[in-house]
């Protein structure tokens, strides 16, 4: 038998679901087995409804046999065991039970992690364990062991405008805004988005020790760029490494593209998307008085081309976008016209 104290949970204001801010809250759980009905988990810190919780850890299994593993939850659960996603149920639902098997070797703690989200209504969240001699239960406080905690870093950055091209934040020179920054670990899994403010800065909180890189994407913003100082052609920073309880700081620009440049001041793009999050299917609406977009893409979260998703024009202002085929997930719409290019943040279910 073990001696293990619980798990790690973080709780999280969290109505789009991507669990990419600081948690509100942080205790060890001795067990996941909760009925909260229509209340919080924390009154006073997370809503009862529009909230996620994140239990990481250590699961270590008493005998050498095949485990099923199970959640009861409503709403959405995913559940990983080691480098192994059993069940992956991001999804609006009423109490329900998902399961998925896995071999285990006695003795030998393994990473589990939980990921849950409350979307409204009543909120419970279950896990279990069985196997051959198993008895099918809760799994017990002594099989788990939280997560060696850490003391969090910050990543703080700018991105700017280098109008003369001399890889240097000059006077007078301006942060640019809305730019979208990714965050990923250096085995390229995505982390957390964060979108630039009206002075070019971006912060990231919460971050553990380890080793990062930046994506930025510009498709928000109303200029034709090319990527400058600090970032390659496909506008990716270096891998950069993060320390305990570090502030790191990155600055990065970029250039004007001459070629593309124009004096033209036309008004910005205003679209609606919902639902979000969106399980098969979400609608684009523009609501602003211009010209229609010319072009819409889907973006994943590590900003490639999802080709899968198929758009369908209902009306001069409307567009329904088709997710069957694409997982669960954050993902961006970059909508084109002649007034520039608009970038909106989406969850799939």
């Keep these: ?43 006073n810190l997370v809503p009862a409804d529009g909230f996620t919780v994140r239990w990481s850890g250590f ?26 996603l059993l069940i992956d149920q991001w999804v609006p639902q009423a109490g329900t039970e998902h399961a998925g098997n896995i071999t285990l070797q006695a003795g030998v703690k393994v990473p589990i ?29 002594r099989q788990l062991y939280p997560i060696d905690l ?17 890889d240097v934040l000059d006077l007078g020179e301006s942060g640019l805004q809305d730019v979208t920054v990714l965050l990923h670990e250096a ?21 553990p020790p380890g080793a990062y890189f930046y994506v930025f994407l510009t498709n928000a913003v109303p200029l034709s760029l090319q990527p400058g100082f600090g970032l390659n052609s496909f506008a990716q920073t270096p891998f950069f490494e993060v320390m305990d309880g570090e502030t790191h700081t990155s600055m990065v620009a970029f250039q004007a593209d001459i070629l593309a ?30 010209a229609s977009p010319t072009h819409l893409t889907v973006m994943d979260g590590l900003g490639r081309r999802m080709e899968r998703v198929q758009i369908s024009q209902l009306n001069e202002r409307t567009w329904a976008l088709v997710l069957g ?7 961006f719409l970059v909508v084109e016209n002649e007034q520039g290019r608009v970038v909106q943040k989406f969850v799939k279910g």
């Excluded at 798990?7 to 991507?18: C, K, N, S, V």
Aim: aromatic share 14%; charged share 20%.
């Design 1 to 43: 038998m073990g001696n293990g104290t619980g798990l790690y949970g973080e709780y999280f204001i969290d109505p789009e679901f991507d669990l990419d801010e600081a948690p509100a809250a942080t205790r060890i759980d001795a067990v996941v087995n909760f009925n909260w009905g229509n209340t919080s988990p924390f009154p």
């Design 59 to 84: 699961v270590e299994p008493i005998f050498n046999e095949e485990y099923t593993f199970s959640v009861h939850s409503d709403d959405g659960c995913r559940l990983w065991i080691g480098d192994s």
């Design 113 to 141: 992690r939980l990921q849950y989200m409350e979307i409204g209504g009543g909120a419970n969240v279950a896990l279990f364990w069985t196997s051959p001699n198993t008895p099918k239960a809760v799994i017990p406080k």
């Design 150 to 166: 850490f003391v969090p870093a910050t990543l703080v950055g700018k991105v700017w405008l280098d109008e003369n091209a001399n």
């Design 187 to 207: 085995d390229s899994s995505f982390w957390a988005v964060r979108v630039s403010d009206g002075l070019g800065a971006y912060r990231f909180e919460n971050v």
């Design 261 to 290: 440049t124009t004096d033209r001041k036309l008004p910005a793009l205003k679209l609606k998307t919902y639902p979000n999050p969106a399980q098969e299917n979400i609608w684009v609406e523009l609501i602003n008085e211009v």
């Design 325 to 331: 085929n694409c997982p669960p997930g954050l993902y």
